[in-house]
Structures are given as C-alpha cells and as structure tokens.
C-alpha cells in the first residue's frame, strides 16, 4: 500500500456482552449463551448457530437452542472491558472515532514509518486486545470508512481481512446488497423484487434509476456506496447529537404505574449525564417496543432548551400517555428515552422570570450527592420499592 494512501481500521468485538460473559465464566465458554432473558441483548456465535440473535424474544430463542443458557447482563463489567480495549485504540492513534461501547474507526495512515504498514498495526492491536483484556476482535481495513467496516464485518469471527487498494471493486462487487449501509427488509425485498441481489448489480443500474426506485436520499447514497465512494474521515471531535437511555423489560405484564417509575429513572438518568456534559436539549424522543417486536418513536420539541428533571419528565409523559391504549392491548418491551437538538448550557440565554432556579439547584444537589456516594444514595420517591435494572451502557469518553 503506497505511503499517500488513505488507511482506516474498523475495529469490531465479537459478540460484546456474551464473550465478556464467556470470558469471565469459563464453564460458558464454547456453549451458546444470551444476555438477557425476556429480549435477547446478544448472543454468542454458539447460540447465533441455531439462529438465535437481537433482539428476539427469550421464548423462541429457546425454541430454536433448547440448550440455550441465559444471563444477566452486567452493564459495568462490559463498561470496563469497553474502556480498557478503547485504551488500546488510543494507544494504537490518537486518531480514533467510537461508534458504539463495542467498535470503533481508527485512522493509521500516518504510523507506517512508526508503527509499519496497516496490517501489522491491525495485527498487533487484534494480540492485545485478546492478550490484555480477553476478547475476541474483528478488524477491517481499507481505505474508506464504508469499506473498512464491511470488511470487519466479512472477516468474523476473530478475523483480520484487508482490502488492497484497486482491489475494492472486486471485493465488494460479488457482496449482497444487504451489506450497504441503509439496506434494511424494506430496500432489500425492493431490490430483490427487480432481480437485484448482489452490489455489483446495483452499481450497473444508472443513478436516476437507483433514484427512481429507492428515492433520492436512498438512491444517491446506494449508488455513491456500490462504487466505494465514501469521503468521510475518521472525526475525533465529534460531540454527541444526543444522549439517551434505554431499559429492556422483558415480556411480562407491566401497570401504567410500573411504566412510569421505568420514565422516572430514565429521565433522571439522562438528564444527570446532561448536566455532568454541560448540555441541554429542546426534542425529547420516547422509544417503545411492543410485545409483537414493532416498534414507535414519538418525540416533543420543548420552547426552550433544558436540562431539568421535572420539565423533561412531564414532556415524557405526555408521550407515553398518548400510547396507553396500544400498551393495554400489545405490551411493551422496551422503552427509550432521547434528548436531542443539543446546544451547550453555558451558551442558552436563560428565560425570564427565573422561576425553574430552584428545581435547577436541586437538581445540581441530587447529583452532588449521587456522584460522592453513588446513584442509590439518594433518588426521586417515585423509584422506592421500585429497583431498575442496571442501566444501559455508554460509549467511553463520550457524554
């Protein structure tokens, strides 16, 4: 690979929480485990073998592995084990973009004098992590984000796969079309309806047809994909568009009461980490998942950006009192809470009169005391009796 060229690594865990789980229990290893127990949060390659995956139900995951052994997640040990493989990253190049706790963009095009070519900077990284921290990881490189994160994806489990330059059309060519990005069911079944079944085949089709079929955003972005054309950088210093939460619950009965003391911990939750970021938002968003697997998204723009509990709170209620009547009659799964159109809190011009102060204050004083001695130290009434489960995990580094 020539020195100018572009050179990015999509680092990718195998199967995060369940090989973490597998690595910390060894009588599970080289058996097929989940995370979760009413929706499925991951799955071991084991398990994924019987066709097990997310986020389908405990029931008939078990129907398909009747050996199937279910876990509790422990969102902190995967916490740790994402900042210590995160660690490696930042070692590896300052030049490092998260995407999620489990996979990460690395960009390695200016190490070769000091670390020598991409493939064996991806082969040292790939020791340490299985070395240093006990997993198992997937890397792909190439010399387009797009690329390099398809390559990861065809290289697992545990594998290492490298796209040479002028080799990417040959590469990616012979691919399903499910391998670009923003090819769901929907755009599958279009494509495939039409005889359309590899990416090679939708870089034959003109753009004005692509756009025809798909529309414009999906046809331009498919066209631009199925000839590798993916400008994109690897970006450090990109803030979150959002922060958010979210809480599986199983396929159990739950009361408008239980419900609401799941938005409770939610919010308060979010809007800690808001604080703690300096950041304040206008869009609540409230993501549900229903007993039958569809899901909803219902959002609410606020007059003014905040950070306060109680006003996020009553905005999230409305919400999730709107959906009552389909809760009643499907159930829910799943509920998650975002806060969107973030700005900084130093930059908001606070409305007159200044009537939320208070809330304000308490709000800063509840997390005083929560960050010197932990979240159950002190808590909103609405969550006595009530214990969440552990909440979700975050990216490290990120708000």
């Given amino acids: ?22 690595r910390d229990h060894p009588h599970l290893r080289g058996k097929p485990v989940v995370v979760g127990g009413g929706v499925v949060l991951a799955a071991s390659y084991e398990a994924k073998a019987f066709g097990v995956h997310t986020p389908m139900g405990g029931r008939a995951a078990r129907a398909l592995c009747p050996n199937l052994i279910e876990v509790p997640p422990r969102f902190d040990a995967y916490v740790e084990a994402s900042k210590a493989v995160f660690a490696i990253f930042k070692e590896t190049t ?57 390559a990861s994806a065809v290289g697992k489990p545990d594998g290492l796969l490298e796209v040479p330059p002028g080799t990417e059309l040959d590469f990616l060519h012979p691919l ?150 389909r809760l009643r009659t499907d159930g829910v799964t799943l509920l998650g809470l975002s806060i969107t159109n973030l700005q900084d809190a130093k930059a908001v011009q606070l409305a007159l009169p200044f009537d939320g102060k208070d809330r304000r204050r308490l709000d800063a004083a509840l997390d005083q005391v929560q960050a010197r001695f932990g979240t159950k130290a002190i808590g909103r009434t609405t969550l006595v009796a009530r214990p969440l489960r552990p909440e979700a995990p975050r990216l490290p580094g990120h708000d």
């Fill in 1 to 22: 690979m020539p020195v100018t060229e572009t050179a990015i690594i999509h680092a990718d865990l195998d199967s995060f929480y369940a090989s973490v789980e597998q």
């Fill in 94 to 150: 300052p030049l490092v973009e998260g995407l999620s706790i489990d996979e990460a963009f690395l960009d390695v095009s200016g190490l070769r004098r000091v670390s020598g070519e991409p493939r064996a900077i991806a082969t040292e990284l790939r020791r340490r992590v299985r070395d240093e921290v006990g997993l198992a990881i997937s890397v792909g490189i190439a010399r387009t984000k797009f690329l390099a994160k398809v």
């Fill in 176 to 325: 399903p079309v499910e391998r670009l990005w923003g090819v769901g069911p929907v755009t599958a079944r279009k494509l495939h309806e039409r005889g359309i079944t590899t990416v090679g085949q939708v870089a034959e089709l003109p753009e004005p047809s692509l756009v025809g079929m798909l529309g414009a955003g999906s046809g331009r972005h498919l066209f631009a994909l199925a000839h590798n054309r993916d400008p994109r950088r690897v970006d450090t210093g990109r803030r979150r568009r959002s922060i958010g939460s979210q809480q599986a619950l199983g396929r159990g009965p739950r009361s408008v009461d239980d419900l609401d003391a799941v938005l409770v911990g939610l919010v308060d939750r979010v809007s800690r980490r808001m604080r703690k970021a300096d950041r304040v938002g206008r869009t609540v968003v409230l993501r549900l998942r229903f007993g039958d697997f569809t899901r909803a998204t219902r959002s609410h723009t606020l007059a003014e950006a905040t950070d306060e509990t109680l006003v996020l709170l009553q905005a999230v209620r409305t919400l999730l009192r709107a959906e009552i009547p």
